[in-house]
């Protein structure tokens, strides 16, 4: 190679020179495919090196500023023993009624384990895929919170699922609170955990739990004992915020209420059945008709398999 012919490639080989020795080992190799291609000058590999140095100071401020970030949010400390969460995850699942939960649960400071049936990332209702971190086999048996999300289609599937069924089952008996959000409910029903316990969940598809041994309820959030369910998708964030009163106190639940600055003014009163015309809700429940239907035959099927 000639000699640097500018003051700037002369800074970029100076910072280069500062740089640790660990650090070197990772830039290094990315530019090796590079500083072997004829005609290179020193110009475009000092160029090359300045952009690999920023690549790497980048990813290693990551982790501290995630960390950093995570304490700005919880700002006070939670005093008590870790919380461990399992929030069940599968294919066509509602994103909302597991992000609106989760993010509650992180400001708590939980351990959060989101199971899937296996760790291939699950499909959402908003296209975006869910990575589990973890499978019934890696899951913790004692847990705080068993907590099932929503999303009819793929609720159907989970309630005729042997495994996720099997897994609920499994845990229950060693969880404090046994919970979902939205349809999430019909998974504990079916796998015969509300049988005798007051619940709701979605509008569309509460009717269906009495099939199941269940107490239908259309409150926005119930809880009987230590089954605690919330209705249909934004009911989320006022099942999330009424669980972790239980898990750290009034105090904790307000501070992250304010946090995610939860004091919902809908634009329009439209958004429960008891607010809406009869006329327009024939013609909203006519537009559900068949997965409607999918949704009492998985009910009719887990009632006679719990004998109920």
Request: charged share 15%; glycine share 8%; proline share 8%.
């Amino acid at each position: 190679m000639t000699k640097p012919n500018s003051s700037l490639e002369n800074g970029l080989y100076a910072v280069f020179a500062q740089i640790k020795p660990s650090c070197k080992e990772t830039i290094m190799p990315n530019l090796l495919p590079y500083s072997s291609l004829p005609g290179l000058k020193r110009r475009a590999l000092a160029t090359l090196i300045m952009a690999s140095i920023v690549s790497e100071s980048a990813k290693a401020a990551t982790g501290g500023s995630e960390k950093e970030h995570l304490e700005h949010m919880q700002g006070m400390k939670f005093s008590g023993p870790p919380i461990k969460i399992a929030m069940l995850v599968y294919p066509n699942m509602v994103l909302q009624d597991l992000v609106g939960p989760q993010t509650i649960f992180k400001i708590l400071g939980a351990e959060i384990y989101l199971v899937g049936m296996t760790m291939a990332p699950v499909s959402t209702d908003v296209g975006i895929p869910v990575p589990p971190t973890d499978t019934p086999a890696t899951c913790p048996q004692e847990l705080d919170v068993l907590f099932v999300p929503g999303g009819l289609m793929g609720t159907i599937a989970c309630m005729n699922n042997p495994g996720v069924l099997a897994f609920l089952t499994s845990r229950a008996p060693h969880s404090h609170f046994i919970t979902s959000v939205c349809t999430g409910s019909l998974i504990l029903a079916a796998a015969g955990l509300l049988e005798g316990y007051k619940a709701t969940s979605h509008w569309g598809v509460v009717n269906l739990l009495p099939l199941m041994g269940a107490i239908e309820s259309h409150e926005r959030v119930v809880q009987d004992r230590n089954r605690i369910t919330g209705g249909g998708v934004t009911a989320g964030l006022d099942f999330g915020l009424t669980l972790a009163a239980q898990l750290r106190g009034r105090a904790a639940a307000e501070h992250i209420q304010l946090i995610i600055q939860y004091a919902p003014q809908p634009p329009f009163h439209h958004g429960d059945p008891s607010e809406i015309p009869e006329a327009q809700m024939t013609l909203e429940r006519s537009h559900r008709t068949w997965m409607d239907g999918k949704a009492l035959q998985a009910a009719q099927i887990a009632s006679k398999r719990l004998k109920l």
